[in-house]
């Protein structure tokens, strides 16, 4: 639908938006902080664009953090807590290997506080430095972020296991793990687009190399993108090493993620999956284009990027001092 008329669905998406975040008190909005902290945009964008043009992979480190901060407890910044003595916290459950980025989080944070203390979320900064890393090699912000988010207070490994898909899961749960958080099947390839940066590590695909225990290739891999995968990873694999999600431009943001993927070069099972359905089969095809594809992906994000937000009723969220730590009970 959102692929026939794109405007009609992004203006009733705005408004659902509204009205969503009009019920709870506090208004999430592109200007927030346009009194409380007008330097936001600025700050957040000048480290961000400073730190990825040093170290390119940090675009992807961003922007999957803020995925896996929305897809357990909500767009919170839960994932940024450190574990405790007495608790677990979600950076440190198995889906979290290579995720990155928390030292430009807590600069950007300190430089905030510096400037107007105690009124910008860290939910807020994981945000618009998701938006503002993907945003560098265009020189422009890619997508409007909504404001206003508070921080969560409870972090827990549990829930990062159960409710951040699986590299090795089918569309059947894909769908279900998506359209759990409000998803469609439309955001669900958009958003698998953002395979577009970064790496996997081997231990995370090698069931598609050894896909019955014979050593024999899932049979949905194309088999000389097998074979190459094979020179990159061992048996047993190397937890050091990773190989990049989009073959031939893993720092660029494109849409080439869409075209390897319709040739079966999608690394993980959960790319191959999405042409198993005849309905996101076709969402890929349609995003090998480059303007369609950002198009829908800036609307998807916006959509995960409000995943259960906490709008500031009064114990409903804080505003956190350190963003590993939750600020102490008064
Ligand atoms: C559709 C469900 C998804 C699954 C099953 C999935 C799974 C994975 C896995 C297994 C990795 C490799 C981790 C590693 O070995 O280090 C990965 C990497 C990555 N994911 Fe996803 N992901 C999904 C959706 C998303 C979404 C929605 C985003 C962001 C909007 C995202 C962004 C990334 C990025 C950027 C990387 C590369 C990280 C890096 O290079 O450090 N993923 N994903
Ligand atoms: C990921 O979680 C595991 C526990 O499941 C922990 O041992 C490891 O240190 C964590 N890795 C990172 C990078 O935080
Ligand atoms: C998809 O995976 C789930 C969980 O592993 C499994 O229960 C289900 O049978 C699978 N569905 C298909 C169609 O393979
Ligand atoms: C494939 O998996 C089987 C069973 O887990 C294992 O014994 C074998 O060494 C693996 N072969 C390769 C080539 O990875
Ligand atoms: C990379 O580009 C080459 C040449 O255009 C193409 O043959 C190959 O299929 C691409 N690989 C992937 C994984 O997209």
């Keep these: 639908m959102r692929l026939v008329n794109l405007n009609v669905v992004f203006v009733s998406l705005l408004v659902l938006i509204e009205v969503v975040s009009v019920c709870n008190g506090r208004v999430l909005s592109p200007a927030f902080y346009r009194k409380s902290c007008p330097q936001i945009g600025r700050i957040v964008r000048s480290i961000t664009w400073s730190k990825v043009a040093a170290n390119p992979a940090l675009a992807a480190k961003l922007l999957r953090l803020h995925y896996h901060d929305c897809f357990v407890r909500g767009c919170d910044a839960s994932i940024l807590i450190d574990s405790t003595s007495g608790n677990t916290a979600e950076k ?4 979290n290997r290579s995720i990155g980025g928390y030292d430009v989080i807590d600069e950007i944070k300190t430089k ?23 945003s560098y090699q265009f020189g422009r912000p890619m997508w409007q972020v909504l404001t206003g988010r508070k921080d969560g207070r409870v972090s ?15 569309f059947t749960t894909l769908q279900q793990q998506f359209a759990g958080l409000g998803l469609n099947i439309i955001d669900l390839v958009a958003l698998s687009g953002a395979h ?9 695909f090698q069931r598609r190399l050894n896909a019955t225990g014979k050593g024999d290739a899932d049979p949905s891999l194309d088999p000389e993108y097998a074979q190459f995968l094979r020179t990159q ?9 990773a190989v990049a999600l989009d073959a031939n ?12 993927l319709r040739h079966n070069k999608g690394l993980l099972r959960s790319d191959a999956a999405l042409l198993t359905d005849p309905r996101s089969a076709r969402v890929v095809k349609s995003f090998q284009g480059f303007h369609v ?10 959509k995960m990027g409000v995943i259960g937000v906490k709008k500031g009723a009064r114990d409903d969220g804080e505003i956190r001092k350190n963003c590993r730590v939750v600020n102490a009970a008064n």
């Design 233 to 241: 990873c061992t048996t047993p694999p190397n937890p050091a090493v």
């Design 249 to 260: 431009s893993s720092v660029s943001f494109d849409s080439h993620y869409f075209v390897g």
């Design 92 to 95: 440190d459950a198995a889906p």
């Design 156 to 170: 827990l490994t549990s829930e990062a296991s159960r409710d951040l898909p699986s590299g090795n899961a089918n």
């Design 196 to 204: 577009t940066l970064g790496v996997a590590h081997c231990a995370v």
């Design 293 to 302: 594809f950002m198009a829908n992906f800036g609307l998807s994000m916006k």
């Design 112 to 134: 905030l506080e510096e400037e107007c203390p105690d009124i910008v979320s860290c939910a807020d900064i994981v945000a618009l430095a998701a938006r503002d890393a993907v």
